[in-house]
């Protein structure tokens, strides 16, 4: 990600180690932005989808609320696109584009489906501060 980070403006970023649902709007809040997320972008291997299917699981809520994938979120400015993708294709990563950054309430995540309609999906990523001490 340095060396990424070094090629680009990188204007934010975080892991996605709680989950998208809760790593997207802590990273947007932060920025003052808000953001609108397709789902159908989302990088999903064939085996996770094997896993939803076996166990009955929405894929897409299972990859929204789950954690521990370490991913790495981040923002850039829409002129970076083709700098993205090269440096991208030069360093040997696989960079997706889920959404794009936008105005609106800091920290609001519009959930898109692939025709462009907004879910309101109740889900939850890991919060290590719920509960009781």
């Not at 397709?38 to 929204?64: H, I, M, Q, W, Y």
């Not at 521990?68 to 829409?78: H, K, S, T």
């Not at 936008?102 to 879910?119: A, Q, T």
């Amino acid at each position: 990600m340095r060396e990424l980070a070094g090629r680009l403006s990188i204007t934010a970023a975080t892991d996605v180690s709680d989950g998208l649902a809760v790593d997207l709007p802590r990273l947007l809040a932060a920025s003052r932005k808000a953001a609108a997320v397709s789902l159908d972008a989302l990088p999903l291997s064939e085996g996770f989808n094997d896993l939803t299917a076996a166990v009955g699981c929405d894929r897409l809520t299972l990859c929204k609320a789950g954690g521990e994938d370490f991913e790495v979120l981040f923002a850039a400015p829409r002129a970076q696109r083709e700098a993205i993708d090269r440096a991208g294709r030069e360093l040997g990563l696989r960079l997706t584009r889920i959404g794009t950054i936008e105005d609106g309430p800091p920290g609001r995540v519009r959930w898109l489906d692939r025709e462009g309609n907004e879910l309101r999906p109740n889900v939850e990523g890991y919060d290590h501060f719920r509960g009781t001490l």
